[in-house]
T-cell receptor, first 117, second 113 residues
């Protein structure tokens, strides 16, 4: 199956700093990638849909100026959490969409655990 | 009302038991139904994928979709300790192109040796 990687796998940062998370599709090109956030014992909440070469589409309630998304190539999307606060501590998961002959599969990365102190 | 409802568990079963995991949903536009397995501190992994109603079997796993009742199930036969994980149901509509996936909250399963 297709592989999606994320870097870093975990990060600790101080309140007020910014953190960048990378999502890469390793063996396929993904024009669309998704960013999710998952709090303990809760489901994946879609934050935004990232399309290569265009602006990301954010879900209602997600601050686009706080969570900056850049999908600069067909294999890389980045999420930057700006001016992080302790309430931003969460598990961030990306997924990449593979489309083949009209069929779509969404492959998930291993996640990045962010802790803001 | 949430679009997708899933009992969070936890569900604890002895090794070898048959496990039944379920979700209900309210959006009749959902056509694609998935089950993901998520180990602790890891990303979700696609287990089963079903289009519309019916059954699908893959090894020890069987997925069932009943669109008339808006109810989907995942059965695990001969459960193993390695099946201990959180199982997420997910579904999406199909209306040209790719529609975003809606996830259930996940059911935590523990298989006791």
């Amino acid at each position: 199956g297709a592989v999606v990687s994320q870097h870093p796998s975990w990060v600790i940062c101080k309140s007020g700093t910014s953190v960048k998370i990378e999502c890469r599709s390793l063996d396929f090109q993904a024009t669309t990638m998704f960013w999710y956030r998952q709090f303990p014992k809760q489901s994946l909440m879609l934050m935004a849909t990232s399309n290569e070469g265009s602006k990301a589409t954010y879900e209602q309630g997600v601050e686009k100026d706080k969570f900056l998304i850049n999908h600069a190539s067909l294999t890389l999307s980045t999420l930057t959490v700006t001016s992080a606060h302790p309430e931003d501590s969460s598990f961030y998961i990306c997924s990449a969409l593979q489309g083949l002959a009209g069929k779509y599969e969404q492959y998930f990365g291993p996640g990045t655990r962010l802790t803001v102190t | 009302q949430k679009e997708v409802e899933q009992d969070p568990g936890p569900l604890s079963v002895p090794e070898g038991a048959i496990v039944s995991l379920n979700c209900t949903y309210s959006n009749s536009a959902f056509q694609y139904f998935m089950w993901y397995r998520q180990y602790s501190r890891k990303g979700p992994e696609l287990l089963m994928y079903t289009y519309s109603s019916g059954n699908k079997e893959d090894g020890r796993f069987t997925a069932q979709v009943d669109k008339s009742s808006k109810y989907i199930s995942l059965f695990i036969r001969d459960s193993q300790p390695s099946d201990s994980a959180t199982y997420l149901c997910a579904m999406r509509a199909s209306s040209g192109g790719y529609q975003k996936v809606t996830f259930g909250t996940g059911t935590k399963l523990q298989v006791i040796p």
